[in-house]
């Protein structure tokens, strides 16, 4: 004889709208690869120097006699001007989506190990100035900033820093 469930006609119904943090890992979260990861660092890194030039042209042009000059000095103003929005812009690509510039050209976002989204506190705080910190530790400071790389070469594609924040970077 087969087992009877007792259901209660006059409950209200009950529907699962949205998926569990598990059924969204499982189903729209792919770990991202380790290229992509290195495509976007590197178009991050080449934003970083595309600002920089106008500050390379000053210190080309500095000379021991007059300095770098009114021009030289308007080029470093035009490069602090310009990591300052390149910081703002990337802290609000972070907070909004989860990514940074060379993350969204690529096709790829930061987001907590549950699926959630990463806030943007965990993801400055906790993913990029604590590493940072650590890193800057003199004599040891190095080990750790290799080791942070080279943990992504383990079986959840992880580095040190998505372990300190709990996150992990995911394909769009």
């Not at 991050?44 to 000053?58: E, F, N, T, W």
């Not at 987001?111 to 705080?125: N, S």
């Not at 530790?137 to 709990?166: K, M, T, V």
Request: hydrophobic share 45%; charged share 20%.
């Amino acid at each position: 004889m087969e087992s009877f469930e007792y259901r209660n006609p006059y409950a209200a119904p009950t529907a699962q709208v949205q998926p569990t943090p598990e059924e969204r890992f499982d189903d729209e979260l792919t770990t991202a690869g380790r290229l992509p990861r290195l495509m976007a660092a590197l178009v991050d890194g080449g934003i970083s120097l595309v600002v920089a030039i106008p500050a390379v042209i000053a210190a080309m042009r500095y000379t021991p006699q007059r300095g770098i000059g009114e021009l030289g000095g308007s080029l470093v103003l035009l490069t602090m001007v310009g990591y300052l929005a390149l910081l703002i812009y990337t802290l609000i690509l972070l907070s909004r989506e989860g990514q940074t510039i060379g993350k969204r050209v690529i096709g790829i976002r930061i987001v907590r190990t549950d699926g959630e989204r990463a806030g943007l506190g965990r993801l400055f705080w906790l993913r990029y100035c604590v590493p940072s910190l650590i890193g800057a530790i003199p004599y040891i400071g190095w080990i750790f900033s290799i080791a942070n790389i080279l943990w992504i070469f383990g079986e959840q594609r992880r580095c040190l820093h998505d372990h300190i924040a709990d996150t992990m970077v995911v394909n769009v």
